[in-house]
Structure formats: C-alpha cells, structure tokens
C-alpha cells in the first residue's frame, strides 16, 4: 500500500505541519501527494461494501480529505499517522451514510458488507456493515488497541508492518492483537441475531 518503512520525505512533513493552515498551496501539494495513497485506501473500504453504493472510492477520498482539513487541532506526526487517521475518517462517512440510507428508507434492504471481506474476519455472512461497526465500538471497551488493529487492517488495508509502526508496537504484537480480535468478533456476531430493517 504506502511505504511508511522508507526515510521520512522533508517535504511531506513540512506539509503536514502546515496543513489546514494559512498556506492553502501546502495542503493542495500534501493532497497531490497522498491522493493515490487515499484512494487506493478508499477502494478498500468501497469493496467491503455491496455492490451498487451510492458512494465511490473517489467521493469517499475527497469527502475523507474535506474532513481531515477540518482536524486544524491534530499535530500530524507522520505519513502513517495522517493515513490512519484518514481510515478512520472514511470509516466513519460510510457509517454515518448508511445510517441515513436507513432513516430515509426504512424498508431498504441492509448493504451487507461482502463475503471476501467478512471472510477475512471470520464472521458470518449475514452481517451487515453497522454490525460489524457496532461490535468493533463494543470491542474498543474491552482491547482498544486490538480494536484499532481491526479498524486499520480490516477496514483500512493497511499491512501487518504499517499498523506496527502507527501503534508504535511491533508486528509480532499486531499480530495477537489481531488474531484475538477476530476470535472476539467471530463469537460477538455469531451469537447475536443478524441486523434487521429498521421498524416502524
């Protein structure tokens, strides 16, 4: 995905201190920058969701980056950092629209969230993507560091080695952390029955 083992770019970190600042060229060139990194991150979200969303990869990475020109109080410490932090960003969006999908129509049926990417959580494939959301914030109570191994693996794409490196653990500690997280989740949603239309 992005390379977030290599030296620091001088330039990149210059950006990322100034940006939503006063410059507005300093973040046009930090977008220019990490626009394939985001995107690539979008499409990862996108292909956890069914087919047919109203949302693309592409409206998901500019409405994640007009959000993130918002967090004028984060002090960005990296590359990494900036990327997390925008995957937890793009999370949210498609949480917060599917939660208006719903109120708007009722009777809809759920976006499921689709098998490949239940299959790599181990979780059964009648549940949805507010499913899984609701579990992982049950979870982020019980593990948080384990519940943000999910959030960035799962639903960010990142690698093993890159989750290391923003947690500030090592690999061998992302991967407990995320094998008892999708052992936890597995038994969380099996258990429980599966997400159903909103009543009236």
Same mark, same amino acid.
């Given at each position: 995905?992005?390379?977030?083992?290599?030296?620091?770019?001088?330039?990149l970190?210059?950006w990322?201190?100034?940006?939503?600042?006063?410059?507005?060229?300093?973040?046009?060139?930090?977008?220019?920058?990490?626009?394939?990194?985001?995107?690539?991150?979008a499409?990862?979200h996108?292909?956890?969701?069914?087919?047919?969303?109203?949302?693309?990869?592409?409206?998901?990475?500019?409405?994640?980056?007009?959000?993130?020109?918002?967090?004028?109080?984060?002090?960005?410490?990296?590359? /990494?950092?900036? #990327? %997390? +932090? *925008?995957?937890?960003?793009?999370? $949210?969006?498609?949480?917060?629209h599917?939660?208006?999908?719903?109120?708007n129509?009722?009777?809809?049926?759920?976006?499921?969230l689709?098998v490949?990417?239940?299959?790599?959580?181990?979780?059964?494939?009648?549940?949805?993507?507010?499913a899984?959301n609701?579990?992982l914030?049950a979870?982020?109570?019980?593990?948080?560091?384990?519940?943000?191994?999910?959030?960035?693996?799962?639903?960010?794409?990142?690698?093993?080695?890159?989750? /290391?490196?923003? #947690? %500030? +653990? *090592?690999?061998?500690?992302?991967? $407990?952390?995320?094998?008892l997280?999708?052992?936890?989740?597995?038994?969380?949603l099996?258990?429980?029955?599966?997400?159903?239309?909103?009543?009236?």
């Amino acid at each position: 995905m992005f390379d977030t083992m290599s030296a620091p770019d001088p330039s990149l970190t210059q950006w990322l201190s100034q940006f939503a600042g006063p410059d507005p060229e300093a973040g046009q060139r930090l977008f220019e920058s990490l626009y394939e990194d985001l995107r690539r991150m979008a499409r990862n979200h996108m292909r956890k969701e069914a087919a047919g969303h109203t949302l693309s990869a592409t409206a998901l990475t500019h409405e994640a980056w007009f959000r993130m020109a918002e967090q004028t109080r984060t002090q960005w410490r990296n590359r /990494a950092h900036f #990327l %997390a +932090v *925008s995957s937890t960003m793009m999370r $949210r969006i498609l949480i917060n629209h599917e939660q208006a999908r719903r109120a708007n129509k009722r009777d809809a049926e759920l976006t499921s969230l689709t098998v490949s990417g239940l299959e790599s959580l181990a979780l059964p494939p009648d549940r949805d993507l507010i499913a899984v959301n609701d579990a992982l914030l049950a979870f982020e109570t019980v593990d948080p560091r384990a519940a943000k191994v999910v959030e960035l693996r799962f639903f960010g794409g990142l690698e093993i080695d890159e989750i /290391a490196e923003v #947690l %500030a +653990v *090592s690999p061998a500690t992302v991967k $407990r952390d995320w094998t008892l997280a999708k052992s936890w989740l597995h038994r969380e949603l099996s258990h429980s029955p599966p997400s159903a239309s909103p009543k009236e």
